[in-house]
């Protein structure tokens, strides 16, 4: 089968061997990629470090490349092509991902006004006796080459996440999309070459598994630093054999949402139906741990029950369809083997758990869950919400915060107090009130605590990252 291509400094290059991009609805073969080896990506880091050392490029000429990223992603042919991609090799609902796609075009948006404001500071040096009769500003100089390597489960935004704010800082890259999602990636970084204006050396696409591509960009000694979203496993193991780097991870979650007996139960199951379930529940911040007060467990059960049952399952391609199949088939039989475990220790399936004819699992509902399950201990990654009753909010809080994760959490109340004490101590990086934990603004600085990670994403929050302050002083 013929490869696609991905650049590498300019050139459109194919490898000896090949890595099968599947469509996981329906298994049929989308395309070959090249499996890259090392050398691919020696070949790569050395082009990018060119970029940096000789073609320069001033603030002025990469904002106005982001400006046309977000122009071009707004284009109708644009957006549908790259829905389409997403559709097939993500299992993403259409409907899903063009929302993906638009807010691909408002993360290069965000990363152009960054990249036209990003600056130092004045230093008042003559605070210190020493510093008198001398001026003192910092810089924000790039950091380097960037290696950036990203999920399979938004393959258009989350890679927008790290080129668009490496333009905006002044850092070429070099990435590595996921192996099962590479062709919107490739699709996006052709966009950016030929479309956008941005020049071959600043940016390269090594596609390739992780333990040989990605250990190979990691382990490179001319990468400044690795932007990573992923699993907490794979990224804090980049963490360990990069000591020397920067080395920024998003990684994942089991997200809690409280519901207080003053919510709004209807709304709350809404919300819930659509965030547990969008993209079969692989999403970092999907709604995984309903603690929900006794008081209103029935009727958010009864609501929740509804909402899913009625959500429409099947091809990614059909418009009307709300949830589709996971990633694979060892994905699908591990979820199936956690709810199962989940019911042998007591919990009961309110709502789905059966795979249908297709290989889809159902959407998920379990109740009387455990906070000792792992359904309950670690991201499940998959189509599944199971709901813990409570009886006091003080031990919805200790429940919410018993976790190695430390992403997104939600709370459903009208009591203002109730609202400020989750502020208070809710133990994640971004608490959200009256909506689910599943919400993201694409310039919000986004990111987790503890296993869940270690920085700050969003354009404004990343260029931060992947520029140093250079200290200044004249004398
Ligand atoms: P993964 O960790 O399996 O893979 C992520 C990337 O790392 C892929 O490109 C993969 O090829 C690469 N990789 C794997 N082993 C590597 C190695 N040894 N060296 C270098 N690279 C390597 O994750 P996944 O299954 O693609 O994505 C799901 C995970 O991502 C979930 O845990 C989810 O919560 C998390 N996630 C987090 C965020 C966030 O912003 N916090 C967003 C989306 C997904």
Known sequence: MTQIPVRIDGASITAAEGLPVIAPYDGRLLGEVPACTPAHVDQAVRAARRAL???????????????????????EVTVERLARTIALEAAKPIAAARAEVARAASTFRFAAATCRTLAG?????????????????????????????????????????????????????VLKPAHQTPLSGIALA????????????????????????????????DVAMITFTGSPTVGWAI??????????????NNSPVIIQPDADVQGAATAIAAAGFAHAGQSCISVQRVLVHREVAEALEAALVEAVEALVVGDPLDEATQVSALIDADNRERVVAWIEEAVDGGAVVAAGGKVDEAGVLAPTVLTDVHPDMRLCRDEVFGPVVGLTTY???????????????????????SDLDVARRAIEVLDFGGVIVNDVPTWRADHMPYGGRRDSGNTREGPWSSALEMTEVRSVVIA
């Open 53 to 75: 050392e000789e073609e320069p490029l001033p603030a002025w000429r990469r904002a106005e490349i982001l400006d046309r990223a977000a122009e071009a992603l707004a284009d």
């Open 121 to 173: 500071e004045v230093l008042p040096l003559d605070a210190a006796q020493a510093g008198e009769g001398r001026l003192g500003f910092t810089l924000r100089v790039p950091v380097g080459v960037i290696g950036a390597i990203t999920p399979f489960n938004f393959p258009c935004n989350l890679v927008a996440h790290k080129l668009a704010p490496a333009i905006a800082a002044g850092c070429p890259v």
């Open 239 to 252: 963490r360990a054999a990069a000591p020397r780097k920067k080395v920024s991870l998003e990684l994942g």
């Open 391 to 413: 009886d006091d909010v003080e031990e919805a809080f200790a429940l919410a915060n018993d976790t190695r994760y430390g992403l997104h959490a939600g709370i459903f109340t």
């Open 190 to 221: 052709e966009l950016l070459l030929d479309r956008c204006g941005l020049p071959a050396s600043w940016l390269h696409v090594v596609t390739g598994v992780g333990p040989t591509t990605g250990a190979a960009l990691v382990g490179h000694e």
